[in-house]
């Protein structure tokens, strides 16, 4: 990190007034909003691709079910299946938009050799990470908020508690978009995040409850995904959204809080070493 520190070092000669420069013991305001604006303005830049994209996708897929077999699947939980299984699509679709979100900023920056041009401003590790997370948090929300007015809008879906629903949609997205910093840090190349969405995110989110109960899963591959945050996630926002759940919505929040905190740790230890972002 030794331009990040030269940096730094220059901004202690600088003058008190001079924007961005950093004081001992006080958090670099102007640079981690220009960092999490600058996020959300990439993403948004192109909105139809990274907004409006997936929400036709969500969209088709609950088009789909709903001729398929919404009619002749009968409740599950207690509720009809087109009711169950919205918020299980809101969710996935808010995880993957987060971890695109930041995985592609962080390797597009690497691939593209502009990495350095975030690294040299004098931003410490925690304000780096939360730059890159402001605006996958952002991409969820949006996502979250306008599948969830489709759902009420089309299948009558009205949410049942408000505050359990962000809660998870908030960590949810915040997970996801430490994750996708790992990945996006650990890949050197376009193949390598894809093989990571593809064969670790992609199956995780198909087989964590988004379209079923894990109660119709045999006894060893419920006992797992008992181990997999991904289950809590949707579990969680299944029971903010439509009141039923797979088990205690406490349980999930303790779970998805640590699983946060492991992410997120591992994100700000490698952000503050410098792990496969400096040549």
């Known amino acids: 990190m030794s331009d990040q520190s030269a940096t730094q070092s220059g901004a202690k000669s600088a003058p008190k007034s001079a924007m961005g420069v950093r004081r001992f013991g006080r958090v670099n305001w102007e640079g981690t909003r220009t960092l999490a604006l600058r996020e959300v ?15 036709i996708n969500a969209g088709l897929l609950l088009m789909i079910f709903t001729i398929a077999i919404g009619p002749q699947r009968g409740d599950v939980m207690g509720v009809p299946f087109m009711t169950f ?19 592609s900023s962080l390797a597009s920056a690497k ?14 590790a925690a304000e780096l990470l939360f730059g890159y997370l402001f605006g996958a948090v952002a991409r969820g929300l949006i996502v979250a908020t306008v599948i969830a007015a489709g759902s009420w809008i089309f299948l009558g879906v009205q949410i049942q508690n408000i505050g359990w629903m962000l809660t998870f949609v908030l960590l949810g997205s915040m997970f996801m978009g430490g994750l996708g910093m790992i990945a996006g840090i650990f ?52 029971w903010g959204m439509i009141g039923v759940s797979d088990s205690s919505p406490w349980l999930g929040l303790v779970v998805v809080l640590a699983a946060n905190i492991v992410v997120l740790s591992v994100v700000w230890r490698w952000l503050d070493k410098g792990y496969r972002l400096k040549a």
Request: net charge neutral.
């Open 41 to 55: 303005r990439r993403f948004m830049n192109v909105w139809s691709q990274t907004v409006m994209a997936p929400l």
């Open 85 to 103: 299984l919205a918020p299980g699509i809101l969710i996935m679709t808010v995880i993957q938009n987060a971890f695109a979100n930041t995985s």
């Open 111 to 124: 691939v593209g050799g502009n990495i350095v041009d975030t690294l040299m401003p004098p931003l410490s």
């Open 187 to 238: 890949a050197n190349k376009f193949d390598q995040l894809s093989a990571i969405s593809n064969f670790l995110v992609t199956p995780l989110s198909f087989l964590s409850g988004t379209f079923y109960s894990i109660d119709a899963l045999p006894e060893p591959l419920r006992i797992a995904s008992h181990a997999n945050p991904f289950f809590y996630i949707i579990d969680g926002v299944r």
